[in-house]
């Protein structure tokens, strides 16, 4: 992949994602990692996989994929440690408590993403995008990047992947999570898009999407026994 | 609220009731006992019923998805947005 700290990716997405899309999702494997980013990584080889920088890229054998060939399955300990990461990275716990507990954030909306909040992001296909944050508000003040859930009206099917939200006809693309550096995110109050916040039903909604997409049902078993 | 039981009572029907008798239906050796074989049955009859029903219906969302013309129009750029300078 592109960069030079990035010597490979972890493909998180499940088989049947993959099996339908042309494009995964993936966490790189890094040589360098930010201080605040080591609650959401884990060692591995001479670097570490986090799980604070999700990405939607092409998959093999597309010609625009930027994996090359695989080079070996993570351990079932060091899978198991990664996904915790994600679910808290995602903050997937409280989203699928019974009944959900999370604090939605307060803050200065034009300073950074906030989480739970609609935003557009890069121009893709002559046209910003929007996207729900789900990356936690701690590591989009500070990391430079944030995660977002790409957004489509065009998807008439209803499913745990593309869960309907906002309004009848708007679904959140799980798969289709990504990070995006600050400076593509368009944060004035002027280029926020209506409605520019989710409901909690929403970001539950959100949440068991990306649980399932990402195949973390026993990651969040094993988070739940040890609350 | 999730919960767990490792032992419940059910009503068994006459026709499920007989494939205890059958242990090869469901892949176990001759000799294995009626339990084991009941758990087997369950557990086909969820992938049966739930999980494969539940795969089939996320198999055609995610087609119906990746044929979405506006989906595939912005897959590069949204590529190229995530690998730009900042995130890797």
């Keep these: ?227 | 609220m999730t919960s767990h039981s490792s032992r419940v009572s059910v009503p068994v029907p006459d026709r499920v009731r007989s494939a205890a008798k059958y242990p090869d239906l469901v892949d176990l050796p001759e000799g294995a006992s009626a339990a084991s074989i009941y758990e087997r049955l369950l557990e086909y009859g969820y992938d049966t019923a739930v999980r494969a029903k539940r795969h089939r219906e996320q198999l055609a969302a995610a087609i119906a998805y990746s044929r979405d013309p506006e989906q595939r129009r912005i897959g590069p750029d949204l590529q190229r947005a995530a690998l730009r300078k900042g995130v890797l």
Excluded at chain 1, 128 to 137: E, G, L, Q, W
Excluded at chain 1, 154 to 182: E, M, S
């Design chain 1, 1 to 227: 992949m592109p960069g030079t700290e990035t010597t490979a990716a972890l493909v998180i997405t499940n088989d049947r994602w993959n099996a339908a899309m042309a494009r995964v999702a993936v966490l790189p494997v890094r040589s360098e990692i930010l201080p605040a980013e080591e609650r959401y990584a884990v060692a591995y080889g001479k670097g570490f996989v986090t799980a604070a920088r999700v990405l939607s890229v092409f998959a093999p054998p597309h010609p625009l994929s930027p994996l090359g060939p695989v080079i070996a399955g993570l351990e079932t300990d060091a899978l198991a440690a990664i996904e915790d990461r994600l679910c808290e990275f995602l903050e997937l716990p409280g989203l699928q408590a019974s009944p959900p507990s999370f604090r939605r954030p307060a803050g200065d909306t034009s300073a950074y993403p906030l989480w739970g909040e609609i935003y557009r992001g890069p121009v893709l296909g002559n046209e910003r995008k929007r996207f729900v944050v789900v990356s936690p508000n701690d590591w989009n003040r500070t990391a430079g990047m944030a995660t977002g859930v790409r957004t489509t009206t065009q998807l008439k099917i209803d499913d745990i992947w593309f869960p309907p939200i906002l309004d009848a006809t708007t679904r959140a693309a799980c798969g289709d999570t990504t990070t995006f550096a600050i400076n593509e995110w368009r944060l004035a109050r002027r280029d926020r898009p209506a409605p520019f916040t989710t409901t909690s039903r929403d970001m539950v909604a959100i949440g068991r999407g990306l649980a399932d997409t990402y195949e973390l049902g026993d990651a969040l078993e094993r988070v739940r026994r040890r609350v």
